[in-house]
């Protein structure tokens, strides 16, 4: 099996679930993954009003999706009541490229009637920055504290079939995430870098944070808008994406309540729509690890990404 481009440096290490992770260009990949982001890097060609959606898994990327979806398409936002999100906006690596994919792949984000087409990825920019740089394409990239972030990630892998018999302890999520092991880690590498482009580059590369887009989620649609050269002239309309994509609209659909396993990957459409809070992590993770993962982000970020404290604390 050709996995592994050459020169490639690779490392293989088993983790929760028997899995192994891959590391490639100094990130952890399961195998799913690190197939479908070598024929994205082989085949994919973005045009230039594509708008691409990165992040790093469970930092609200579900959320974005909708929201995009319903900014550029303003006239069929009631797809959203029948589609779960991840139907309407394909995951790159996965949905397009990855050994499980739908051919021909048809998702309504990528109608060609409609002037952006839209696409989701959880690859650090260190992997795609050819790929982006190829085209005027954007790139939209939604971070979350880590806190929260890894708190999500612990839940939605123990709501797997395989954690049924044996969850996957806290502890080791929190130690594998200080010690940058994780599918899609370093995280602060995955954030800083799209962090440093959205700088150098602020009409191609747009930086939200999850806590921000909380906090006053009309003036960031607003701005997403902007940026994608469709700006709203109309205020209802505003708080009507808002309302359609907030998670307890989302989360009432009936296809956002089923049991289904998604045919491309092994979860649920019901393990998308958890809490949506900030702070969460309080409920969870103890004073020592809420230390641990401090000293690493203060160390990492020195307050470049979460400007208020009340976002990553
Ligand atoms: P929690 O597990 O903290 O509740 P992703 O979409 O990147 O997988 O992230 C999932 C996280 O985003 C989950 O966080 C989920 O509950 C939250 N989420 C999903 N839809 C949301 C929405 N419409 N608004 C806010 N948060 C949402």
């Known amino acids: 099996m050709e996995i592994f481009q ?18 490639f260009h100094g990130f952890w990949f399961t195998l799913l993954f690190l197939q479908g982001t070598q024929e994205l890097l082989k085949q994919f060609k973005p045009l230039p009003n594509d708008v691409i959606l990165a992040s790093f898994p469970k930092t609200g990327t579900t959320w974005l999706k909708s929201l995009l979806y319903a900014i550029v398409n303003r006239s069929s936002i009631d797809e959203l009541t029948r589609n779960h999100p991840h139907l309407l ?15 021909p792949p048809l998702f309504p984000s990528l109608d060609p009637s409609s002037a952006n087409r839209i696409f989701q990825t ?9 790929t982006v740089n190829s085209s005027d394409c954007r790139v939209i990239y939604v971070v979350r504290n880590p806190k929260d972030t890894l708190v999500s990630v612990w839940h939605f892998v123990n709501s797997l079939e395989l954690a049924k018999t044996a969850q996957w302890p806290l502890e080791e999520v929190v130690d594998q995430f200080c010690e940058g092991f994780l599918p899609f880690v370093p995280y602060y590498d995955h954030v800083l870098e799209y962090h440093k482009k959205s700088m150098e580059r602020p009409k191609k590369f747009f930086f939200i944070t999850y806590e921000e887009l909380k906090s006053d989620p009309k003036t960031h649609v607003k701005k997403l808008a902007e940026f994608l050269g469709c700006p709203f002239d109309n205020e209802e309309l505003v708080e009507e994406v808002v309302r359609s994509c907030s998670i307890e609209t989302l989360r009432n659909h009936d296809v956002s309540k089923s049991s289904d396993v998604f045919s491309f990957y092994e979860f649920r459409y019901n393990s998308y729509f958890r809490k949506g809070q900030v ?8 004073n020592d690890m809420i230390d641990r993962i401090d000293t690493i982000t203060r160390e990492k970020f020195q307050g470049s990404i979460f400007k208020h404290e009340a976002d990553s604390s």
């Not at 690779?10 to 992770?21: A, I, M, S, T, W």
């Not at 959880?122 to 050819?130: D, N, R």
């Open 6 to 23: 050459t020169g490639t440096s690779l490392l293989e290490r088993k983790q929760f679930g028997d899995d192994f992770l891959y590391n």
């Open 89 to 103: 906006v394909p995951q790159l690596e996965l949905q397009i490229y990855g050994p499980q994919a739908i051919s």
């Open 122 to 130: 959880h690859l650090p920019y260190q992997i795609l920055e050819e």
């Open 279 to 286: 702070g969460d992590h309080k409920s969870y993770l103890t």
